[in-house]
């Protein structure tokens, strides 16, 4: 068994993974994604932290291999990206096949094949330690259960749960599947740190954050600038409550989509946050109103990007965007969105952290 943990982090984004796991000890030598736009943000948030800009159905497991040092106990981890298996894909698949697409055709989408992709690098690489964090619903598709297969079949003890994003210091109504294998022995999640009457909360987590107005620049940080609203959305979320629907609203206010049977079941559209509970899934798209419940508990605004970066337990200090380039709020939504909360990454990385102590006898 090698003697440093090091980590090599698969579909890193701007590092809300990598930078869990080094707030918990670990060291990360790098990180891959095939998205080149993550650089700044990883690298500059996570010094000595390699960002290889690639595409891991692509890559030869030797180039894995060559990023840990001589003698390293090796960590690979990642998160393959989760929309082939979310519950809206899972809605459209099925409409899909009903209109006369076979499921074998969803099986060789190239994103549905990068956690096949995953278990190719780690049958070459044979890692100590595998972690792989996704969306709950993987859990109940084929792919996931070739790739406890082959982690069988290469002398892993695998172990998976879906916990509760808010249980491991979280402030989002999120649920993930977390797996943990080891060639080492067993190897399992920590303890849940929160229990329901001490979750996290929206208010704990921004709001100390100074008050904005749609559409008005920040000069303290840019990152904390909401979206301007159109004069009908304004109303609209003077309308909301915290927790309301747009069933609240006067009937002018109303989409045409509200007034359909298909609709009626969208409730959360258009809704404010509370403050004393953890907030809705941070999603690509959070800073939009129209999104989600993504309207401030009191403000009448939606989310600026400072506050999703915040809820998805990214540290105030955290850079998403390179000085010298130009702002793209879709585009760093989008990288906020996709990111692993950064506290699910630290408990993630308390658990390798221990697992390795039993191992080698020390006291925990």
């Known amino acids: 068994m090698g003697t440093k943990p090091t980590v090599v982090d698969l579909f890193c984004g701007i590092g809300g993974l ?5 707030l918990a000890g670990l ?6 994604d095939l998205d080149a736009s993550c650089r700044y943000a990883y690298e500059h948030n996570n010094q000595n932290t390699r960002f290889v800009s690639a595409d891991v159905s692509l890559l030869r497991p030797e180039e894995v291999t060559a990023l840990y040092p001589k003698n390293a106990l090796r960590i690979l981890v990642g998160c393959a990206p989760c ?3 979310s519950k809206y894909t ?18 060789r989408d190239n994103k549905w094949k990068l956690l096949n992709s995953f278990a190719d690098i780690a049958r070459h690489v044979l890692p100590d330690i595998i972690s792989m964090e996704n969306v709950p619903e993987l859990a109940d598709e084929q792919v996931f259960a070739d790739f406890l297969d082959i982690l069988k079949q290469l002398g892993y003890k695998a172990n998976y749960k879906v916990i509760y994003c808010p249980e ?12 943990l294998a080891s060639r080492l022995g067993d190897l399992t999640l920590i303890e849940p740190l929160h229990k329901e009457k001490d979750y996290p909360t929206v208010r704990g987590s921004i709001g100390d954050l100074p008050r904005i107005a749609a559409g008005v620049n920040n000069q303290m940080d840019f990152l904390h600038t909401a979206a301007r609203l159109s004069a009908t959305n304004l109303r609209r979320i003077r309308s909301s409550v915290p927790s309301g629907t747009w069933h609240d609203w006067d009937d002018n206010l109303k989409l045409k989509c509200h007034k359909k049977s298909s609709g009626k079941s969208y409730i959360s559209i258009y809704g404010r946050m ?10 690509t798209q959070f800073y939009g109103y129209g999104n989600g419940r993504f309207g401030h508990p009191e403000q009448d605004r939606a989310l600026t990007l400072r506050e999703g970066a915040l809820l998805q337990s990214f540290p105030p ?4 965007v390179d000085p010298e380039q130009e702002f793209n709020r879709r585009k760093i939504g989008g990288h906020i969105g996709n990111a692993v909360p950064v506290e699910l990454g630290r408990a993630i ?8 102590a039993e191992v080698n006898g020390d006291e925990q």
């Open 317 to 320: 200090y955290y850079a998403f």
């Open 18 to 22: 990598t930078h869990g796991l080094r």
């Open 349 to 356: 990385g308390k658990s390798m952290l221990n697992h390795i």
């Open 83 to 85: 929309q082939p298996f």
């Open 168 to 179: 491991y210091g979280v402030p989002q109504n999120r649920s993930r599947l977390v797996l």
């Open 274 to 283: 509370c403050w004393d509970s953890p907030s809705p899934t941070i999603t």
């Open 27 to 32: 060291n990360v030598v790098a990180g891959i």
């Open 90 to 107: 899972k809605r459209y698949r099925k409409g899909e096949q009903n209109g006369g697409r076979e499921k074998d055709e969803w099986q």
